[in-house]
């Protein structure tokens, strides 16, 4: 059974770039999974950040940027402020409509 | 603007059964996959099942034989039926059409006698 790997945590500076990153148990991740990624804080819904490997919703300030970096799709957070702490997730399409979430990366900015 | 509005979650005993709507405005459901994702309380994302645009069904191992999704193209909604509910069903139901970036609100489920 193949699993969506995510750092269960990361820590960034204010100001700093920090890169998360969803991997395969199994296999190399490509633009054909259709990485997307999300951001959630307590109690809302997840908001899309990037879609399709590097589509930036609408809306979503341009220091977020995903990108496929080796074997796995990436999210990279540039300027990271305080509100940037929260819960991010990311999720792959692994075919005949199906798709798989990865469980989660919780980013500390301190 | 695209939306999704999800309804008709509510407090149901275990066994009994519950249909979700979803809503569509500013997308059309049979343009792209559109999917049902839950998140349980305290828990991550995830994936449940998927009506694609063609029609095609597919669910979650986890679900298989007692959820079933549909739509009425005639208005743009997406449904998930839910039957035979259990305790770990509990959590809100999010429709998403994934490929796009485009979510609903979410509607919580809870199972409980």
């Known amino acids: 059974q193949t699993v969506v790997t995510q750092e269960p945590s990361f820590s960034v500076s204010p100001g700093g770039t920090v890169t998360l990153t969803c991997g395969l148990s199994s296999g190399s991740v490509s633009t054909s999974y259709y990485p997307g990624w999300y951001q959630q804080t307590p109690g809302q819904a997840p908001r899309t950040l990037i879609y399709s490997t590097n589509s930036r919703s609408s809306g979503v300030p341009d220091r977020f940027s995903g990108s496929i970096l080796g074997n796995k799709a990436a999210l990279t957070i540039t300027g990271a402020q305080a509100d940037d702490e929260c819960d991010y997730y990311c999720v792959l399409y692994m075919g005949s409509g199906i798709w798989m979430f990865g469980g989660g990366t919780k980013l500390t900015v301190l | 603007e695209v939306q999704l509005l999800e309804s008709g979650g509510g407090l149901v005993q275990p066994g009994g059964s519950l249909r979700l709507s979803c809503a569509a405005s500013?997308?059309?459901?049979?343009?792209?996959?559109v999917s049902w994702v839950r998140q349980a309380p305290g828990k991550g994302l995830e994936w449940v099942s998927v009506?694609?645009?063609?029609?095609?069904?597919y669910y979650a191992d986890s679900v298989k034989g007692r959820f079933t999704v549909s739509r009425d193209n005639s208005k743009n909604t997406l449904y998930l039926q839910i039957n035979s509910l259990r305790a770990e069903d509990t959590a809100v139901y999010y429709c998403a059409s994934v490929r796009n970036g485009f979510w609903g609100q979410g509607t919580l489920v809870t199972v409980s006698s």
């Open positions: 500013g997308f059309t459901l049979t343009s792209s996959g």
């Open positions: 009506i694609t645009s063609g029609g095609s069904t």
